[in-house]
Protein backbone atom coordinates (compact mmCIF):
# COMPACT_ATOMS: atom_id res chain seq x y z
CA UNK A 1 0.00 0.00 0.00
CA UNK A 2 1.37 3.30 -1.35
CA UNK A 3 1.34 5.77 2.20
CA UNK A 4 3.28 8.93 2.81
CA UNK A 5 6.45 9.44 4.74
CA UNK A 6 6.40 13.10 4.74
CA UNK A 7 4.39 15.86 5.69
CA UNK A 8 5.07 19.47 5.39
CA UNK A 9 3.23 22.62 6.65
CA UNK A 10 2.61 25.45 4.35
CA UNK A 11 1.88 28.35 5.33
CA UNK A 12 0.90 30.58 2.87
CA UNK A 13 0.87 34.33 3.43
CA UNK A 14 -0.52 37.53 1.56
CA UNK A 15 2.00 38.91 -0.93
CA UNK A 16 1.94 42.14 -0.14
CA UNK A 17 3.11 41.45 3.64
CA UNK A 18 5.54 38.20 2.16
CA UNK A 19 8.63 40.12 4.07
CA UNK A 20 7.15 40.65 7.08
CA UNK A 21 5.59 37.32 7.38
CA UNK A 22 8.68 35.35 6.85
CA UNK A 23 10.64 37.44 9.71
CA UNK A 24 7.56 36.99 12.01
CA UNK A 25 7.36 33.47 11.70
CA UNK A 26 11.19 32.65 11.44
CA UNK A 27 11.52 34.61 14.91
CA UNK A 28 8.28 32.66 16.30
CA UNK A 29 9.29 29.13 15.36
CA UNK A 30 12.91 30.17 15.79
CA UNK A 31 13.64 28.90 12.85
CA UNK A 32 15.96 30.34 9.44
CA UNK A 33 14.58 31.01 5.91
CA UNK A 34 16.08 29.67 3.21
CA UNK A 35 16.76 31.84 0.04
CA UNK A 36 13.52 32.39 -2.26
CA UNK A 37 12.66 29.83 -5.06
CA UNK A 38 9.88 29.92 -7.44
CA UNK A 39 9.26 31.99 -10.93
CA UNK A 40 8.73 34.96 -8.37
CA UNK A 41 10.47 34.16 -5.40
CA UNK A 42 7.09 32.56 -4.05
CA UNK A 43 8.77 29.81 -2.09
CA UNK A 44 10.91 29.20 0.85
CA UNK A 45 11.40 26.83 3.57
CA UNK A 46 12.01 27.65 7.07
CA UNK A 47 15.28 25.47 8.25
CA UNK A 48 15.77 24.01 11.65
CA UNK A 49 19.57 23.88 13.25
CA UNK A 50 19.70 19.97 12.29
CA UNK A 51 17.06 17.75 10.38
CA UNK A 52 14.82 17.92 7.93
CA UNK A 53 12.21 20.73 7.77
CA UNK A 54 9.01 20.43 7.86
CA UNK A 55 7.25 24.62 7.56
CA UNK A 56 7.58 26.13 4.28
CA UNK A 57 6.29 29.43 3.33
CA UNK A 58 4.54 30.52 0.01
CA UNK A 59 3.22 34.22 -1.17
CA UNK A 60 -0.48 34.14 -2.60
CA UNK A 61 -2.55 36.74 -4.11
CA UNK A 62 -5.38 35.69 -1.16
CA UNK A 63 -5.83 35.56 2.69
CA UNK A 64 -3.81 33.89 4.97
CA UNK A 65 -4.35 29.67 5.06
CA UNK A 66 -2.17 26.46 5.94
CA UNK A 67 -2.11 23.88 3.05
CA UNK A 68 0.15 20.59 3.33
CA UNK A 69 2.26 19.06 1.17
CA UNK A 70 2.22 15.12 1.23
CA UNK A 71 5.37 13.33 0.10
CA UNK A 72 5.97 9.51 -0.80
CA UNK A 73 8.54 7.86 -3.08
CA UNK A 74 5.37 7.34 -5.61
CA UNK A 75 3.76 9.95 -6.42
CA UNK A 76 1.47 8.57 -9.01
CA UNK A 77 0.22 5.86 -6.91
CA UNK A 78 -0.55 8.17 -4.09
CA UNK A 79 -2.36 10.17 -6.69
CA UNK A 80 -4.61 7.50 -7.55
CA UNK A 81 -5.25 6.19 -3.84
CA UNK A 82 -5.94 10.14 -3.01
CA UNK A 83 -8.60 9.87 -5.48
CA UNK A 84 -10.05 6.84 -4.96
CA UNK A 85 -10.27 7.74 -1.45
CA UNK A 86 -12.46 10.89 -2.13
CA UNK A 87 -10.01 13.67 -3.05
CA UNK A 88 -10.70 15.87 -6.65
CA UNK A 89 -7.87 17.43 -8.30
CA UNK A 90 -7.88 21.48 -8.07
CA UNK A 91 -4.90 22.08 -10.26
CA UNK A 92 -1.16 21.56 -10.83
CA UNK A 93 1.73 23.51 -10.43
CA UNK A 94 4.26 22.36 -12.82
CA UNK A 95 4.37 18.47 -12.15
CA UNK A 96 2.61 18.94 -8.85
CA UNK A 97 -1.02 17.67 -8.53
CA UNK A 98 -2.73 20.01 -5.83
CA UNK A 99 -6.22 17.84 -4.25
CA UNK A 100 -8.87 18.60 -2.11
CA UNK A 101 -9.32 16.43 0.35
CA UNK A 102 -13.41 15.69 0.77
CA UNK A 103 -14.08 18.85 3.10
CA UNK A 104 -12.40 21.02 1.04
CA UNK A 105 -8.39 21.30 2.46
CA UNK A 106 -5.65 22.20 0.08
CA UNK A 107 -2.74 19.79 -0.54
CA UNK A 108 -0.27 18.94 -2.89
CA UNK A 109 1.63 15.78 -3.68
CA UNK A 110 5.09 15.99 -3.66
CA UNK A 111 8.28 13.60 -4.19
CA UNK A 112 9.83 12.83 -0.46
CA UNK A 113 13.59 13.11 0.32
CA UNK A 114 15.96 10.45 1.38
CA UNK A 115 15.38 9.97 5.03
CA UNK A 116 13.86 12.72 6.42
CA UNK A 117 14.07 13.37 10.15
CA UNK A 118 12.65 16.23 11.78
CA UNK A 119 15.36 17.36 15.36
CA UNK A 120 13.46 18.41 17.96
CA UNK A 121 14.28 21.24 20.11
CA UNK A 122 13.69 20.98 23.74
CA UNK A 123 11.66 24.06 24.69
CA UNK A 124 9.74 24.84 21.04
CA UNK A 125 8.82 23.49 17.56
CA UNK A 126 6.21 24.09 15.36
CA UNK A 127 5.77 20.42 14.51
CA UNK A 128 1.81 20.26 14.51
CA UNK A 129 -0.99 20.86 12.32
CA UNK A 130 -4.49 20.89 13.31
CA UNK A 131 -7.03 20.11 10.86
CA UNK A 132 -10.67 22.55 11.69
CA UNK A 133 -13.67 20.56 10.67
CA UNK A 134 -16.85 21.42 10.75
CA UNK A 135 -19.50 18.91 12.45
CA UNK A 136 -21.18 17.90 8.92
CA UNK A 137 -17.57 17.04 7.12
CA UNK A 138 -15.94 15.63 10.59
CA UNK A 139 -16.47 11.74 9.67
CA UNK A 140 -15.79 11.73 6.00
CA UNK A 141 -12.53 14.06 6.61
CA UNK A 142 -11.29 11.91 9.57
CA UNK A 143 -11.76 8.95 7.97
CA UNK A 144 -9.48 10.65 4.96
CA UNK A 145 -6.56 11.35 6.15
CA UNK A 146 -6.70 8.21 8.45
CA UNK A 147 -6.92 5.96 5.16
CA UNK A 148 -4.81 7.72 3.52
CA UNK A 149 -1.87 8.20 6.07
CA UNK A 150 -2.01 4.78 7.01
CA UNK A 151 -1.78 5.75 10.55
CA UNK A 152 -4.04 4.67 13.95
CA UNK A 153 -6.39 7.51 15.34
CA UNK A 154 -7.06 7.75 19.07
CA UNK A 155 -9.31 10.63 21.05
CA UNK A 156 -7.60 13.81 22.25
CA UNK A 157 -8.36 15.93 25.43
CA UNK A 158 -11.77 16.18 24.70
CA UNK A 159 -14.51 14.06 22.92
CA UNK A 160 -14.13 17.07 20.03
CA UNK A 161 -10.42 16.08 19.05
CA UNK A 162 -9.04 13.18 17.85
CA UNK A 163 -5.47 12.41 16.75
CA UNK A 164 -3.41 10.54 13.88
CA UNK A 165 -1.10 8.53 15.62
CA UNK A 166 2.83 9.14 14.19
CA UNK A 167 4.07 5.21 13.63
CA UNK A 168 7.80 7.24 14.71
CA UNK A 169 7.63 9.39 17.82
CA UNK A 170 10.37 11.01 16.85
CA UNK A 171 9.47 11.80 13.06
CA UNK A 172 7.87 14.39 11.16
CA UNK A 173 4.79 16.70 11.56
CA UNK A 174 1.85 15.37 14.15
CA UNK A 175 -1.97 15.46 13.11
CA UNK A 176 -4.55 17.03 15.51
CA UNK A 177 -8.12 16.86 13.94
CA UNK A 178 -10.87 19.34 15.32
CA UNK A 179 -14.39 18.83 15.27
CA UNK A 180 -15.48 22.74 15.51
CA UNK A 181 -18.53 23.72 16.83
CA UNK A 182 -20.13 26.04 14.53
CA UNK A 183 -20.37 25.39 10.77
CA UNK A 184 -18.14 26.23 7.78
CA UNK A 185 -17.71 25.98 4.02
CA UNK A 186 -14.71 23.89 4.26
CA UNK A 187 -12.22 22.39 6.23
CA UNK A 188 -9.15 24.59 7.24
CA UNK A 189 -5.86 23.99 9.10
CA UNK A 190 -3.81 26.03 11.50
CA UNK A 191 -0.10 25.76 12.95
CA UNK A 192 0.20 24.34 16.88
CA UNK A 193 3.70 24.59 18.56
CA UNK A 194 4.70 22.71 21.56
CA UNK A 195 5.80 24.88 24.08
CA UNK A 196 7.21 24.32 28.06
CA UNK A 197 6.83 28.00 29.06
CA UNK A 198 3.49 28.62 27.42
CA UNK A 199 3.37 32.37 29.53
CA UNK A 200 6.78 33.01 28.21
CA UNK A 201 5.68 32.52 24.99
CA UNK A 202 3.05 34.01 24.86
CA UNK A 203 4.72 36.88 25.97
CA UNK A 204 7.54 36.84 23.16
CA UNK A 205 5.11 36.14 20.48
CA UNK A 206 3.48 39.36 21.51
CA UNK A 207 6.63 41.52 21.13
CA UNK A 208 6.98 40.14 17.99
CA UNK A 209 3.66 41.46 17.21
CA UNK A 210 1.21 38.67 17.50
CA UNK A 211 -2.04 39.27 19.31
CA UNK A 212 -3.31 36.84 22.44
CA UNK A 213 -6.65 35.99 21.36
CA UNK A 214 -8.21 33.26 23.69
CA UNK A 215 -6.55 31.31 26.85
CA UNK A 216 -7.37 27.69 27.69
CA UNK A 217 -6.42 25.47 29.83
CA UNK A 218 -3.44 23.54 27.99
CA UNK A 219 -3.21 26.00 24.92
CA UNK A 220 -3.13 30.06 23.54
CA UNK A 221 -4.93 31.12 20.87
CA UNK A 222 -2.57 33.47 18.89
CA UNK A 223 -3.12 35.59 15.67
CA UNK A 224 -0.29 36.30 13.73
CA UNK A 225 0.36 39.88 12.22
CA UNK A 226 -0.52 38.52 8.80
CA UNK A 227 -3.78 37.17 10.13
CA UNK A 228 -2.79 33.40 10.65
CA UNK A 229 -4.40 31.75 13.49
CA UNK A 230 -2.07 29.51 15.81
CA UNK A 231 -2.20 27.67 19.28
CA UNK A 232 1.21 27.91 21.49
CA UNK A 233 -0.05 24.19 23.56
CA UNK A 234 1.53 22.75 26.39
CA UNK A 235 3.22 19.83 25.01
CA UNK A 236 6.55 17.74 25.33
CA UNK A 237 8.81 18.72 22.38
CA UNK A 238 10.49 15.93 22.17
CA UNK A 239 7.11 13.48 22.54
CA UNK A 240 4.16 15.87 21.32
CA UNK A 241 2.56 14.56 25.02
CA UNK A 242 1.04 16.82 27.00
CA UNK A 243 2.76 18.69 29.84
CA UNK A 244 1.93 17.00 32.99
Known amino acids: MTTPVWYDLFLD ?79 RYEDVPVLRSPGGLLFCLTLAEPGPRLERPADLVLDQVCLDIPPRLWDAEVAFWQRLSGRGITTGRADHFARLVDPDPAGGLRFLLQRLGEDRPTVSAHADLAVTDRPAEVARHRGLGAEQVAEHEAWTIMRAPDGHVYCLTDRDPATGHPLP
Not at 41 to 64: E, H, K, N, W, Y
Not at 67 to 78: C, E, G, K
Open 13 to 91: VPRDGWQASVAFWSAAARLTPSPTRGEDGQFLTLLPAAGTSCVRMQAIDGGPRVHLDVASHDRDALLRRALDLGATEAW
